[in-house]
């Protein structure tokens, strides 16, 4: 590969401080990725690997089967599924969420709101956002009637919700 490398530069006529640029930027490259490959063995975030662990110990196998960070294609692009569990009773499709504060949630509401401290955050409804996901999972399983796939959100976490938590909505402590 460097033998390559060095006949490409070469015929690319470069003077010789611009191929030293180029040869430094694609070794410092080279380190970067390979520091992050080791660091990031896994697609999961804290909490989704949380979950996976609870989901785990809680739901084995023959009766229940995780799925980890699923992409589905859809008709206008793909979706990214967090958790999917199939079991004998169902088809769950799983987001996850790690937040940390108060939780004001509605279900008919698009944003809901984080408060931490004195600030207030809002982030998309996770169970509008799971809609998509259900859907997609729907079109993918066909053969099973729609309401066998069902929508489950889970926090993890230090949130408190400071409203009534909405049907669908869990919690597990992080």
Do not use: C
């Not at 080279?30 to 063995?41: N, Q």
């Not at 569990?85 to 504060?101: A, N, P």
């Amino acid at each position: 590969m460097i033998r390559e490398l060095s006949l490409i530069l070469r015929e690319w006529k470069l003077d010789e401080r611009t191929s030293l640029y180029l040869i430094v930027a694609l070794a410092v490259g080279f380190v970067i990725g390979r520091y992050r490959a080791r660091r990031h063995t896994s697609f999961q975030n804290r909490s989704e690997a949380l979950l996976s662990r609870v989901a785990l110990t809680n739901f084995r196998p023959p009766d229940y089967h995780l799925m980890n960070h699923i992409t589905l294609r859809m008709g206008d692009g793909t979706t990214q599924i967090d958790h999917v569990l199939v079991s004998r009773f169902g088809v769950f499709v799983i987001e996850t969420k790690d937040y940390k504060g108060w939780i004001f949630a509605d279900t008919r509401q698009t944003k809901w709101t984080q408060v931490l401290y004195q600030w207030r955050f809002k982030f998309q409804n996770p169970l509008h956002q799971n809609i998509r996901h259900v859907r997609a999972v729907q079109q993918l399983l066909d053969f099973l009637p729609p309401d066998n796939v069902k929508s489950i959100v889970v926090f993890t976490g230090d949130a408190e919700f400071r409203t009534d938590i909405p049907q669908g909505v869990f919690s597990i402590p992080g």
